[in-house]
């Protein structure tokens, strides 16, 4: 009968309801295509609540109208849920609906949203979806396509979409009583990338949800002793990293900085420097470093911006397309953050971080450029000085003092990043930039001078 019900209704303008098994059901798909920050569909709530408490649901959803009650009642729901043992069976629908479903009404209430409730999560999200002013937005975070289905991304814990697919299906099955399906999770992991044996250089990828590793250098598929110990290792240690996610979600320190960085050692010997626990666990000891010891943090800020630069600019995360602005956030914030730092360290030391600062203004740009940030322009905003100043440094001649604009002809052949109005100002430059050229994929934290931490 629940189906019957949706299938009489007519979804918003601009979608196609459908059922698609692998994302949990009925979902709701594009039927034209949408630019990026376009409204896909507004949508006013079947029920709100003051509160996030279960009374408080349990009376909005009690007083509501019996064709409305009708819509509620065909809103996915679990009545397993262990929290809800005690409770009649109205009471477990009604509370497990509210509590996969609800989005954030208010400065404390929820609301339940019918059409908003379709879109399902997933780990590459295309929309965002905002309550405010008493309705739910749903806005276009990349572009999308006619056929395209409408995904956003579910957990609070941001920095969970730079984990391996089986941490994610762990949160996602605690949270939200589902296994993820979507085309990431059932694809290659690159987050999730173990040393191979084979070369220094070498790795393995866990290439689908059949557990199959193949190395990335020589295109074999491995399967040893070692290899499952270190598969034991990585279960114990995603176990702590995701506690530590959580902390942090809920703005608490994540840990002791000796045990952070116990975990991060741990971490690098057994699983490697590709992994994301690895990654991660550099940006807790940022956080934690950042006050006490900002030397420290700045190095470790430079270490996770590294490992996020080599999946989020290159593409290899997102199948080419940067993840949406609300994703990038704190990873924006950390970039903006060891900028000022550099400039703090080149006013009190005079090292010559141009290259460094150059590249990072660079990556800066690239993760608040508009297509990114169109569902927060107010967060955008915020960086408008920042983002344009920026973008004019690196768009002008690098010789000290010289403000003109650079010409493509002027460009480092090396770095492809520092370039001259002149080959006049080029050629007066040269010997100072040569101390500093580097190629462009050299490591941001290898470009680090020595000076500089000691601010």
């Known amino acids: 009968s629940r189906v019957v019900l949706l299938s009489i209704m007519q979804p918003p303008d601009g979608t196609i309801a459908s059922e698609f098994p692998h994302l949990g059901g009925r979902c709701l798909s594009a039927s034209r295509d949408f630019g990026v920050g376009e409204t896909i569909f507004e949508e006013v709530p079947l029920c709100t609540t003051t509160s996030c408490d279960g009374d408080a649901a349990m009376e909005a959803t009690r007083a509501l109208a019996a064709d409305k009650r009708e819509l509620f ?9 262990a929290a809800l043992a005690d409770r009649t069976d109205e009471e477990r629908q009604i509370l497990s609906a509210w509590d996969l479903n609800a989005y954030s009404f208010g400065e404390e209430g929820r609301a339940m949203l019918l059409w908003i409730a379709r879109i399902p999560h997933g780990c590459v999200p295309n929309c965002c979806i905002l309550v405010q002013d008493g ?5 276009a975070a990349t572009k ?34 589902f296994t993820c399906g979507c085309q990431r999770c059932e694809g290659p992991d690159i987050c999730r990338e173990l040393p191979c044996g084979c070369s220094p250089d070498a790795y393995l990828r866990n290439v689908g949800p059949d557990g199959a590793w193949i190395c ?9 002793n070692d290899l499952k110990r270190q598969l034991k290792r990585e279960k114990r240690l995603t176990k702590t990293m995701l506690a530590v996610l959580e902390a942090m979600s809920d703005g608490e320190m994540p840990a002791d900085p000796e045990v952070l960085q116990q975990l991060s050692d741990e971490a690098e010997e057994s699983l490697g420097s590709r992994h994301w626990i690895y990654a991660i666990s550099l940006f807790a000891m940022h956080s934690v ?29 997102c199948g080419g397309h940067f993840p949406p602005g609300y994703i990038l956030k704190s990873v924006y914030d950390l970039c903006i953050w060891c900028l000022g730092m550099l400039e703090t360290a080149k ?25 990114t940030w169109a569902q927060e322009a107010d967060r955008l905003a915020q960086y408008k000085d920042v983002v344009e100043k920026n973008t004019s440094r690196i768009s002008r001649c690098f010789r000290p003092g010289c403000k003109e604009v650079a010409v493509p002809e002027c460009l480092c052949g090396t770095c492809q990043l520092v370039g001259y109005c002149s080959q006049d100002c080029q050629s007066r430059d040269r ?18 001078d020595p000076l500089s931490l000691k601010m």
């Open 73 to 81: 009642d065909s809103m996915h729901f679990d009545t397993s849920m």
């Open 135 to 139: 309705r739910g937005q749903v806005v």
């Open 144 to 177: 999308i396509c006619k056929g395209d289905v409408l995904m956003s991304w579910y957990p609070e814990q941001e920095l969970l979409f730079w984990s391996s697919t089986e941490a994610r299906r762990l949160v996602l099955s605690k949270e939200r009583r």
């Open 216 to 224: 990335g250098i020589c295109k074999v598929q491995v399967s040893s």
């Open 289 to 317: 470093f950042r006050q006490a010891e900002p030397s420290m943090a700045l190095a470790l800020g430079l270490a996770f911006l590294d490992w996020i630069r080599d999946r989020v600019v290159t593409g290899r995360i």
């Open 347 to 371: 006013s009190s030391t005079g090292a010559d971080m141009r290259v460094l600062t150059g590249r990072l203004e660079r990556l800066a740009v690239d993760l608040s450029n508009e297509a």
């Open 431 to 448: 010997s100072s930039h040569e101390v500093v050229c580097c190629e462009p994929q050299t490591a941001f934290i290898d470009m680090l």
